[in-house]
Nanobody
Framework: QVQLVESGGGLVQTGGSLRLSCAAS????????MGWFRQAPGKEREFVAV????????YYEDFVKGRFTISRDNAKNTVYLQMSSMKPEDTAVYYC????????????????WGQGTQVTVSS
């Protein structure tokens, strides 16, 4: 069973950058698609980005295209979310999750979740 721990959240100014990391334990990490989701107060959890097991394919929600980049290092059992040109509306708790589905975008397709890391973008 994969376990996930996010880190790298914090406070950043509008236009700034932040890199989130998600460290995984478990032998099956490299076989999973990994996704990032976020949830702002009072809102539903929403999809941000996903990367396939070998990093060969990625998919982004429209509101982060060109600003965020998802990547992974299977040797380190870690997936990353590089965020740049950040906006106040990016403020949320960010979660990483693991899925056996290809380029999954719906929360129900993910079976393992991290505890989340808070990202706050000041205006």
């Amino acid at each position: 069973q994969v376990q996930l721990v996010e880190s790298g959240g914090g406070l950043v100014q509008t236009g700034g950058s932040l890199r989130l990391s998600c460290a995984a334990s478990g032998r099956t990490f490299s076989s999973k698609s990994m996704g990032w989701f976020r949830q702002a107060p009072g809102k539903e959890r929403e999809f941000v980005a996903v990367i396939t097991w070998n990093g060969g394919s990625t998919y982004y929600e429209d509101f982060v295209k060109g600003r965020f980049t998802i990547s992974r290092d299977n040797a380190k059992n870690t997936v990353y979310l590089q965020m740049s040109s950040m906006k106040p509306e990016d403020t949320a708790v960010y979660y990483c999750a693991a899925s056996i589905a290809y380029l999954a975008t719906r929360p129900l397709q993910y079976t393992v979740w991290g505890q989340g890391t808070q990202v706050t973008v000041s205006s």
